[in-house]
């Protein structure tokens, strides 16, 4: 008769559920903040290498020219000097569509050669503040970088690299967008 009176319960109480839940939730929220993180880091690393493949690909394609003169952006994409993750449309973009160069974050990119035609300019729109001020305060090198541009901000070659506390000072507010434009000889 005991036996009869006797109620057992199995599983788990809801105390313990919400515990589980709120563990999940703290995991869940580390983790797409590392991932964030971790994509900022990359398209900061991949607008530097895009950058640098430019400069590569224009002073070949320009190797045995005396001058710029004719480069832009749909000249650029005619002679493949523009990298296929840099066209919206990868390899098969048509040369109309050759204003349509983008950066990693998304942002226009326009190449063109100066008015005497000596130098080029390679130009980034579309950069937050921390892109715009880890790029501004990149160190290029000095073999051809004529001048740097951070907004409205021109340094000239001796003034390169740029320092980390003017970069951030040109380079806007946390909602702004920024460009950078490189000159180089």
């Known amino acids: ?25 703290v995991l869940s929220v580390g983790g797409i903040s590392g991932y964030s993180k971790a994509m900022a880091k990359y398209k900061l690393t991949k607008a530097q290498d895009q950058m640098s493949m430019l400069l590569i690909n224009i002073r070949t394609a320009f190797s045995g020219s005396p001058s710029y003169q004719g480069l832009n952006n749909t000249t650029a994409v005619q002679l493949n000097i523009v990298p296929a993750d840099m066209l919206p449309g ?4 048509s040369v109309g569509a050759a204003s349509g160069i983008v950066n990693a974050f998304s942002g226009a990119v326009t190449i063109t ?20 001020t880890s790029l501004a305060s990149s160190d290029w090198g000095t ?7 951070v907004n409205a901000k021109t340094y000239n ?13 040109n380079c ?3 909602n ?8 180089y000889y």
């Open 157 to 169: 070659q001796n003034e390169l690299p740029v320092s980390a506390i003017s970069a951030v000072t």
């Open 90 to 93: 990868g390899l098969g973009v």
């Open 172 to 174: 806007g507010n946390a």
């Open 1 to 25: 008769m005991n036996m009869l009176n006797k109620i057992e319960q199995s599983g788990r109480s809801m105390v313990e559920m919400l515990g589980v839940l709120a563990i999940i939730g």
């Open 176 to 183: 702004s967008t920024n460009a950078i434009t490189w000159e």
């Open 143 to 149: 073999e051809g970088l004529d001048s740097m541009t």
């Open 113 to 132: 050669a100066t008015e005497n035609n000596q130098h080029f300019q390679i130009k980034f729109d579309g950069l937050g503040k921390e892109t715009c």
